[in-house]
């Protein structure tokens, strides 16, 4: 080649080089730049945001004040704390608990991943708030308050959580009224966290254990869904059932004591759920099918019956995911995995999460999932996790991070009341019913206060945002979004 030609070829080849750049920053390449350790710090602060009751003294969400505490005393039971679901100032108790069991099992199968980014103990921190709540919700046998605060009321207010003056009512499940949708899944939420306190607060583990025992036994003895009997929670966290709380919950209490008749009820279950289409705070049979399936890959168990069920069903779920299924999952152009127009990112953190753990599964038992399209190796649903969390936190059609406070491009106006009000702590002045939605509410400008670590609903289906306060379906976060995300963001930090 002379040293002419040679010298093109150098420019064009500077050149492609160049191109090829540019176009990875227009796709929205972040996965070598994504700080994950940055995004997990952040996604366990957002829990101290959503705190209700006193707050302690190592807050470091520091725009927060106290709230709601005198929470339960139209019940004389002390309900103080737990966490508020949303951009709301209901706590809800339904995906309160999925919250708390999403936190526990974060919190126990990335135990050392946690404690590599020194998040362990924050984990833990706001996997108490929780289960300390849930705890105090519980005061007898077959009783188990399941929400404080009207949704009506208080949507029809845009309020600061620390001078609100909505009706604090609660609401509960007992003999006469049952919930086993609900109580199953406290039972759950108890008996996963128990495993996570297990090594550090033994005593507070086997409180965990007794409460999940008997709220699983109330839960089996009463059947039926809990928003019969709490109805002012129908219009926003309405069950489709109770069989998977069960089975989730069995699970989660065979996984934490070892005891055969948790197994036994899995065995002689009279339904495995089927192939989910859908993790979420109202479907848990995907996740009960994963921890079954943990027992199969193990050896602990047979491939035989019920058990392979549940292992059939966890995997056509992955495969479908990873478009090798009989049944895809839809995915935007931009590569997220899309469920359902409303919150969808709620579901697509659920699923990553489930990704992450059965790639741990997989490795541990030195095997893969064999679907209707081909092989799918552990490394490849990690893969594809870590490319949902790619797009959250920016790579995507609008190069924006939908993590609250990572990055620079994230939404400055999620649909929060805490956040978009001016915190009490900068000025005491009441913030009335109806003036927050015509001070706070209407206002155009970015909220005052950052809700770090916070994940908004996400984009449409054509990987569009608008980043509007008024838009609750796209920009409202909450808890159940986030828990599930703790675990994939210390899987891949």
Not at 69 to 87: E, I, Q, S, T
Not at 182 to 191: D, R, S, W
Not at 450 to 459: H, K, P, Y
């Amino acid at each position: 080649m002379s040293s002419v030609s040679s010298e093109c070829f150098t420019k064009i080849k500077g050149i492609s080089i160049v191109l090829l750049l540019l176009l990875s920053v227009t796709r929205g390449d972040v996965s070598e730049n994504a700080n994950y350790a940055d995004a997990l710090t952040k996604s366990l602060l957002y829990f101290e945001a959503q705190r209700s009751g006193k707050l302690p003294s190592n807050q470091r969400v520091t725009w927060r004040g106290d709230s709601a505490l005198r929470d339960g005393a139209d019940a004389h039971v002390n309900l103080a704390g737990g966490y508020y679901d949303a951009g709301d100032n209901v706590k809800f108790g339904f995906p309160l608990a999925f919250t708390t069991t999403m936190l526990a099992w974060s919190s126990v199968e990335m135990e050392s991943q946690l404690k590599a980014r020194k998040e362990h103990q924050n984990a833990l921190a706001a996997l108490k708030w929780a289960t300390d709540y849930l705890i105090n919700a519980h005061p007898q046998p077959n009783v188990l308050y399941g929400q404080v605060g009207d949704g009506a009321s208080d949507h029809a207010c845009w309020m600061r959580p620390e001078d609100m003056t909505t009706p604090r009512t609660s609401y509960r499940i007992d003999a006469q009224h049952p919930g086993a949708d609900l109580a199953g899944e406290t039972a759950a939420a108890m008996a996963a966290a128990s495993l996570a306190f297990a090594s550090s607060n033994a005593v507070y583990a086997k409180t965990l254990i007794y409460h999940a025992k008997g709220l699983f036994n109330f839960a089996k003895a009463y059947p039926g869904v809990y928003h019969n009997f709490i109805p002012k929670a129908a219009g926003f966290y309405t069950s489709s059932g109770y069989q998977d709380e069960l089975l989730w919950a069995a699970a989660w209490l065979h996984r934490a004591t070892g005891e055969q008749t948790y197994l036994d009820y899995l065995i002689h279950a009279s339904s495995s759920g089927g192939v989910s289409s859908i993790f979420s705070w109202d479907n848990k049979f995907l996740g009960a099918q994963v921890l079954a399936a943990k027992l199969v890959l193990e050896g602990k168990v047979k491939n035989v019956g019920k058990m392979a069920e549940y292992k059939s069903m966890a995997e056509q779920f992955i495969c479908n995911c990873a478009q090798k299924g009989s049944n895809n999952i839809k995915k935007t152009r931009g590569g997220l995995l899309w469920f359902l127009p409303w919150d969808n990112l709620q579901y697509t953190t659920a699923a990553s999460f489930v990704l992450a753990t059965y790639a741990k599964y997989l490795d541990a038992a030195h095997t893969s999932v064999r679907c209707p399209r081909g092989v799918l190796q552990a490394s490849e649903l990690r893969n594809l996790a870590r490319a949902q969390v790619d797009y959250i936190l920016g790579s995507n059609p609008k190069k924006m991070s939908y993590m609250v406070g990572y990055g620079t491009n994230y939404p400055r106006r999620p649909h929060h009341r805490g956040a978009s009000i001016v915190s009490i702590k900068m000025d005491h002045r009441p913030v009335t019913c109806k003036g927050g939605y015509g001070t706070w509410f209407n206002n155009p400008k970015p909220n005052p206060n950052v809700l770090v670590g916070a994940i908004v609903g996400g984009l449409d289906e054509n990987d569009a945002y608008g980043d509007n306060r008024s838009d609750p379906q796209h920009g409202e976060p909450d808890t159940v979004t986030v828990a599930p995300l703790v675990g994939v963001l210390a899987a891949i930090a």
